[in-house]
């Protein structure tokens, strides 16, 4: 006689007991798709009902998807549409993006903001990207505002500045 177990080995007759089923039970118990969870919403879901953001790697619901297409979460998507608006030839539109990077306070940010500080010549522009970068902290952040500190001359560049660095020092205040 000649018996299959669940993931189709082949048994023999004899050793097909209780023991053998237990530990049969076991294996299916581990094939069992580990839930995900999503990062929005916080709910445990089956991986299929899930997707992962090409963006910031994390999980979240389908019902969180932008649109079918889109690879992105919605918080993420919205960041690289700002992102990119940081590099429009309208000084408006840059305004509007460099106060939307000051509010999201994200790090992921941060590789696209200090590219732009590099060739901004908008002094309301430079005022949010600085205070941003500020916002947003770290060593790295520190040293570019200390060093544009002593290059920029613009009253309103160099309020964004000090509105920076003086969130650093709140934040590493805090810290301790
Ligand atoms: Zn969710
Ligand atoms: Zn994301």
């Given at each position: ?49 899930t997707y992962e953001c090409k963006r910031c ?93 002593t290059q920029e001359n613009d009253s309103l ?20």
């Amino acid at each position: 006689m000649t018996n299959y177990d669940q993931q189709g080995q082949h048994v023999e007759g004899d050793q097909f007991n209780a023991d053998t089923i237990n530990v049969n039970a076991g294996t299916i118990n581990i094939i069992e798709p580990e839930l995900k969870r999503c990062y929005i919403c916080g709910k445990l879901c089956r991986p299929e009902d899930t997707y992962e953001c090409k963006r910031c790697r994390n999980f979240a619901c389908l019902s969180h998807k932008v649109d079918v297409s889109s690879p992105y979460s919605p918080k993420c998507k919205v960041l690289i549409d700002v992102e990119k608006s940081l590099f429009s030839s309208s000084d408006e539109v840059r305004r509007v993006a460099a106060q939307h990077i000051w509010s999201a306070r994200d790090q992921s940010t941060m590789p696209a903001l200090m590219r732009r500080i590099k060739v901004e010549t908008d002094s309301i522009t430079k005022h949010w990207l600085y205070s941003a970068l500020g916002r947003i902290g770290g060593a790295e952040a520190r040293r570019m505002l200390e060093e544009a500190q002593t290059q920029e001359n613009d009253s309103l560049v160099l309020q964004g500045i000090e509105d920076g660095l003086q969130s650093i020092t709140a934040e590493t205040r805090f810290d301790k």
